[in-house]
């Protein structure tokens, strides 16, 4: 599959321990997007960046940081306060900006559990 | 603020039969709605967008501004239509990125 890529997919953490999780893309991106994905809650919107070196927080940021110092590279660290961890993780990246919209790509996923 | 509804979470029906998801949204502008899909296994792909008014393994989606819907429709159901369904939205206003609804997993039985 390519393009976009997310690492580790399983990932476990001891209560209170922040966590990175790796997004990469080689599409050329210049979006990138984190999601977070519960049954029956659809897919929430943690943070994006729409250039690097700028982020905007998201729907549900509380608990969560970014960073974006590389075009292909956006990670997300689940810090000790983000009060309920658990979950699938999403990463996606689409071309651009500028008000217009495009398609978004999206990685494999991330599980976290947190134990 | 912008908001997407899908109101069954789960939708069984027979193969052959036709298929109605249904997504209604709220934005108070001209939107841009989506369907993705995720089948098993397999990573969340875009399946229409109603700009594109195109026909997508036999899928088709109307944009009906006035009921504020967005309904997914297929006349005959396949197997391998099994998947999860989401609707998105994007508004003029959130730039690129997407509000999904909660989803709606379709299971087609043989």
């Known amino acids: 599959d390519g393009g976009i890529t997310q690492s580790p997919k399983y990932l476990f953490r001891k209560e209170g321990q922040n966590v990175t999780l790796s997004c990469e893309q080689n599409?050329?991106?210049?979006?990138m997007y984190w999601y977070r994905q519960d049954p029956g809650q659809g897919l929430r919107l943690i943070y994006y960046s729409q250039i690097v070196n700028d982020f905007q927080k998201g729907d549900i940021a509380e608990g969560y940081s970014v960073s974006r110092e590389k075009k292909e590279s956006f990670p997300l660290t689940v810090t000790s306060a983000q009060k309920n961890p658990t979950a699938f993780y999403l990463c996606?990246?689409?071309?651009?900006?500028?008000?217009?919209?495009?398609?978004?790509?999206f990685g494999p996923g991330t599980r976290l559990t947190v134990l | 603020a912008q908001r997407v509804t899908q109101p069954e979470k789960l939708l069984s029906v027979f193969k052959g039969a036709p298929v109605e998801l249904k997504c209604n949204y709220s934005y108070s502008g001209s939107p841009e709605l989506f369907w993705y899909v995720q089948y098993s296994r397999q990573r969340l792909q875009l399946l229409l967008r109603h700009i594109s008014r195109e026909s997508i393994k036999g899928f088709t989606a109307d944009l009906n501004k006035g009921e504020t819907s967005f309904h997914l429709k297929k006349p005959f159901a396949q197997e391998e239509d099994s998947a999860m369904y989401y609707c998105?939205?994007?508004?003029?206003?959130?730039?690129?990125?997407?509000?999904f609804g909660e989803g709606t997993q379709l299971t087609v039985n043989p």
């Open positions: 599409l050329n991106h210049d979006a």
């Open positions: 996606a990246s689409s071309i651009p900006a500028s008000g217009s919209y495009n398609e978004q790509f």
């Open positions: 998105a939205l994007s508004g003029r206003t959130s730039g690129s990125r997407l509000t």
